[in-house]
Every structure is written in structure tokens, then in C-alpha cells.
């Protein structure tokens, strides 16, 4: 994590040691809840979803599916493809699993112009749904679960 992104969003109060490795953590149920995106090749720290309503327009929620993106459900919305990088991603019930290169992502502005991510999922592969009992996944970028 670049040493200006921690500064400005006050990144270390989500640093841990997963073992020895570093690594940022960045959860959908912190108070303020944030995700990293590549957006036009810079990282950026942008809102996670609209959970606590700051938005009257946007899914109260940090998750949208891909089948409404494919059906045109964000059409017109100023919607564009992220990437969230990651290395480790967290289930309900606390299963920790590993994730290779990231998870695809939406950006869309809210009424106000800010940038607000939501993670794109879609239906629990088999073998996801065993190992963490949820009915949605998130879209890996080239993984399979």
C-alpha cells in the first residue's frame, strides 16, 4: 500500500500480520467502510457500497450481481469496471480464503460525484457454497473457485 494512500485515508488502523506478512484489511462491516480499486492504472481508496445510506439513489448494499450489470441495471448510472486488489478475502462465519489476483469491481458516482465501489458477485460455484455456506461469490479475476 503506497505510504500516501495510508496518510490520506488513515489506512493504519487496518494494518495486521498474517503471520509476517503485511497486509491492509478492508472490511464491508467497519463504520467507514472502504476498498482499494485500480482505476485508469492508479489505486485509489474510494466508499464500499452505501450501507449506511449516504446515498438516496444508490443499492444499500456493497454487492452487485453480475447478471443485473449484463442485463443493463447500471446503464446510465456513470457505472465503469474496476479491479480490487487483493490477497485473502473473508466469508461470513469467518472463512478465510485465499484469492490470487483480485475481484472485479463497479464504480459508479453517487448524486454528490463521489466514487462508490461495489464488489461484483454472482451464484456460489459448488464448491464455494460447501466451504463458506454463502449463496453469492464474488467475480475473481482469472480464478476459479
Known amino acids: 500500500m503506497p505510504t500516501e494512500l495510508i496518510g490520506r485515508y488513515g489506512l493504519d488502523r487496518r494494518f495486521y500480520l498474517r503471520g509476517e506478512r503485511p497486509e491492509y484489511r478492508f472490511l464491508f462491516r467497519d463504520r467507514r467502510p472502504r476498498l482499494p480499486v485500480w482505476r485508469?492504472?492508479?489505486?485509489?481508496?474510494?466508499?464500499?457500497?452505501?450501507?449506511r445510506?449516504?446515498?438516496?439513489?444508490?443499492?444499500?448494499?456493497?454487492?452487485?450481481?453480475?447478471?443485473?450489470?449484463?442485463?443493463?441495471?447500471?446503464?446510465?448510472?456513470?457505472?465503469?469496471?474496476?479491479?480490487?486488489p487483493a490477497s485473502f478475502g473473508l466469508e461470513r462465519r469467518g472463512v478465510w480464503y485465499?484469492?490470487?489476483?483480485?475481484?472485479?469491481?463497479?464504480?459508479?458516482?453517487?448524486?454528490?460525484?463521489?466514487?462508490?465501489a461495489y464488489m461484483i458477485c454472482q451464484p456460489s460455484s459448488h464448491y464455494y457454497q460447501i466451504m463458506t455456506?454463502?449463496?453469492?461469490?464474488?467475480?475473481f479475476?482469472?480464478?476459479?473457485?
Request: overall charge positive.
Open 133 to 139: 455456506s454463502a449463496p453469492r461469490m464474488p467475480v
Open 98 to 116: 485465499l484469492i490470487e489476483q483480485g475481484i472485479r469491481g463497479l464504480l459508479v458516482p453517487d448524486e454528490r460525484g463521489y466514487a462508490v
Open 53 to 84: 445510506g449516504q446515498s438516496r439513489f444508490l443499492p444499500r448494499t456493497g454487492w452487485t450481481w453480475r447478471e443485473t450489470i449484463e442485463q443493463g441495471g447500471w446503464r446510465g448510472s456513470g457505472a465503469i469496471s474496476v479491479d480490487i
Open 40 to 51: 485508469d492504472g492508479r489505486l485509489q481508496v474510494v466508499r464500499w457500497g452505501n450501507s
Open 141 to 145: 479475476i482469472d480464478q476459479q473457485i
